[in-house]
């Protein structure tokens, strides 16, 4: 109860900023909504209109909150109305409906666990080369740090396009753009657990005679698990955004990223909202699924789990 406790009281504070932001988002286009269909809306005075710009209220129109909660294309959708679209779209829906966030969320979570393994394949096999290989060490860790600095957002395009041409589209191309934000949290996790062992750990097992590779696999690699596991949480959450991103400049028909443009394009908020919380949901739950492994191996490797 304890650990449930203070993330209930951060998800009640965001609810209750959201629930307020709400009305003065979308009090002006409900004022004029209101008007054209004939409800009693009174004009605000010129002192009211310049104190209240900044907000969208009018103490006079105090009668047209409730409405700010109900609009069919508000500016900030309410809380309610992005659950009920999700519902909509997630339980009445035939998973094979091109209206459902199940159908679009298989279409985004394919690549990016395709995307996952590979970057997290390629993010050990570097970090094991870093820490046993002084060059690798100078000449790989500078470059991969380096080219997290390359904005996604400018990368993935050229990716989409170059691949694109070489005729290589579909799973692929979003696979590599996961795997491109995926591997570094692997990388720098794994070179940290493996050089965890302490000195004192590193000279017992010279004094057996123990060679690189049983080094490895009775002190290193076992010591490297809790830090392992910590860079793949950080890492199926950055594949998946990843994915999102790659749907964006293609003009994807499915997925998160789909979904999300096609709210944008077609003034349906809700839609894009949905898509989001849907892809946050996603995120959640690969990430407590990771949590419940982790607790289960530790405990049976005699770690301590929190």
Do not use: C
Request: glycine share 8%; proline share 7%; charged share 15%.
């Amino acid at each position: 109860m304890k650990s449930v406790l203070p993330v209930l009281t951060v998800v009640g504070t965001i609810l209750l900023f959201w629930l307020v932001a709400v009305v003065p988002m979308n009090m002006h286009l409900v004022a004029d909504q209101a008007q054209r269909d004939g409800l009693s809306v009174t004009p605000e005075t010129p002192v009211e209109r310049q104190e209240y710009s900044g907000i969208g209220l009018s103490l006079r129109n105090l009668h047209l909150v409730p409405l700010t909660y109900d609009f069919v294309r508000p500016r900030l959708p309410a809380p309610q109305q992005v659950a009920g679209e999700m519902y909509k779209t997630v339980f009445e829906k035939k998973i094979t409906s091109k209206r459902s966030l199940v159908y679009h969320g298989w279409v985004t979570l394919a690549p990016t666990l395709l995307g996952f393994f590979i970057g997290t394949g390629l993010g050990i096999l570097l970090a094991v080369g870093i820490v046993y290989s002084r060059v690798m060490d100078r000449s790989v860790m500078p470059w991969a740090i380096v080219s997290q600095t390359i904005p996604i957002l400018a990368l993935a395009p050229m990716v989409i396009v170059v691949l694109g041409s070489m005729g290589i589209q579909g799973l692929f191309p979003k696979s590599l753009i996961a795997a491109y934000l995926s591997f570094f949290p692997v990388v720098v996790g794994m070179v940290k657990g493996l050089r965890a062992p302490d000195g004192m750990q590193l000279d017992l097992l010279r004094t057996y005679h123990a060679s690189p590779a049983q080094g490895f696999w009775a002190l290193r690699l076992p010591a490297s698990v809790p830090y392992l596991f910590a860079s793949l949480k950080i890492g199926i959450s950055a594949s998946l955004i990843g994915t999102i991103v790659a749907e964006l400049p293609t003009g994807a028909k499915a997925g998160f990223g789909a979904r999300m443009l096609v709210g944008d394009q077609y003034g349906q908020p809700l839609v894009s909202w949905a898509a989001l919380f849907a892809a946050a949901l996603t995120a959640a739950a690969l990430v407590g699924l990771f949590s419940v492994v982790e607790r289960v191996t530790l405990r049976r490797m005699g770690m301590r789990t929190a």
